[in-house]
């Protein structure tokens, strides 16, 4: 496994990897959730590339930049034992160096949801996802499925910018208990770890309600604020009933949505979400 | 030479093609400053891609953009004859398909100069390059040195997105009587095309005084502001003495300088520019 921080060196070990090239980008700190995004990537192309990045222009807010769990060398083990070809682990003066003045802003479908509640954050994932994409030339991309708006925003950004890459989203890695695998659980105390399985009993909660035949996305939308509502430790930042071609709120679900989920649990934000099927 | 207009045509066509591959972006109705570019990439590349395509997003205003000259049958038959390889005309559709909503916009070296003049252009240019570069995968890019701006906010992209291409400034074509080429100068009519020289005379004029020993930007200004205001049919637009680096305007000249100018004559707007050395 190679390991390369410079632009320069990644791309003399790009010319050495047999297409075609799968990217997995992730912010380190990885869980299986990751290792579920390079095991698919393996399977569908020749060479995988990881890239490790905490990328600093999608924090809206500082102190969660300065928690974000870090362990880079458990993660270069991780990825070692997966069979990854190369991993880039650029500096913040890598990606920004002085001078960086270029953003990419996609429009309408970052609006709503996560672009709603942290003002920037998709401005900075689209910009450095642009620059992974540019940078190593992959021939398709692995995102999570826990991060749904992010990858709704990172496909019509691809699409929009003309990238011959294909974007796969893998499905969500959830613990024993259905808490949604994040780096970010680290940082829930044994209380607060208990208390967040309450996202995925509103999530299955609304899923039942839906198989039952409930069509009405204010009643699914109250269902789960119900459910959330009960936990002393939870308060919501959204819950969303919405069209998944563009994230708007649904009154009635005609076809199929996606619900999802921000919950705080004591000072850690976590999402979580699941597609409601014809 | 092969000619498509769809991305897929584009991608399968693009693969046929010996690397290193390079890009001519022009707005077709060829002249021999566009042909002074394929010239260049044809010594640098084994590969030159043109792309013709009147990018409605650059256009500030609507009739600006309705007067643009076109001619692509004429275009095809210069571009063969100079040996290309592929021209990719895509249509407004291709390029903007409905739902289009990303822009890459470049920051300060976008903002002086064409950016105050003509507002959202350069998030046009930044957004169409950046497709075309995505799109067209070349190794090098050319583009013409009578757009100046417009390189160095090229160049900062590439840079900041990290696209592997070398950005090249091919010299400006000028008439005999030292008029820059331009698709533009076509809507002049006889007196406008005699008055037009005045650009270049102006800046010649400035040159001279720089190799006399003049350092003073005011100097410099002031000095093609006398010569443009002696051309009854010729009213600015701007006219600029700047740092080339990041195109803020220059009080003393201590290495180099841009002078550049935007001029109406008539209702035709051209530009023109001349690098100061020491």
Redesign the interface.
């Known amino acids: 496994m190679i390991r390369v921080e410079s ?1 320069n060196d990644l ?1 003399q070990a790009r010319e050495s990897l047999d297409e075609p090239v799968a990217i997995v980008p992730t912010m380190g700190f990885l869980h299986e959730g990751h290792l579920s995004l390079v095991r698919a990537a393996k399977k569908r192309a020749t060479s995988v590339v990881v890239s490790i990045f905490v990328n600093p222009t999608q924090f809206n807010q500082e102190t969660d930049l300065e928690v974000y769990p870090r362990d880079v060398e458990r993660d270069l083990a991780l990825l070692e034992n997966e069979g990854v070809d190369l991993v880039w682990i650029p500096t913040n003066e890598v990606m920004y ?1 002085p ?11 970052a609006n709503p949801l996560e672009g709603e509640k942290r003002p920037g954050h998709f401005k900075g994932v ?2 450095v996802v ?2 992974l ?3 190593v ?1 992959p021939q398709i991309a692995f995102f999570g499925q826990k991060d749904a708006q992010q990858v709704a925003v990172i496909k ?2 691809t ?6 890459i294909e974007i796969v989203a893998v499905p969500i890695a959830r613990e024993n208990d259905g808490l949604a695998m994040s780096s970010r659980n680290v940082n829930l105390n044994p209380e607060e770890r208990d208390a967040s399985v309450v996202l995925y009993q509103a999530l299955q909660a609304a899923k039942i309600a839906y198989d039952g035949g409930e069509r009405n996305g204010d009643a699914l939308r109250l269902l789960m604020k119900e459910i959330i509502s009960a936990q002393p430790l939870a308060s919501i930042d959204y819950m969303s009933c919405a069209d998944p071609s563009n994230l708007q709120e649904l009154e009635v679900i005609a076809s199929e949505a996606l619900i999802s989920l921000a919950i705080y649990i004591g000072k850690t934000r976590l999402i979580d979400n699941l597609i409601l099927e014809k």
Do not use: H, Y
Request: hydrophobic share 45%.
């Open positions: 632009l791309w160096p001078g960086f003045q270029t953003w990419v802003e996609v429009g309408e479908i689209a910009t642009s620059k994409f540019t940078a030339q019509q950004m699409r929009d910018l003309n990238f011959p």
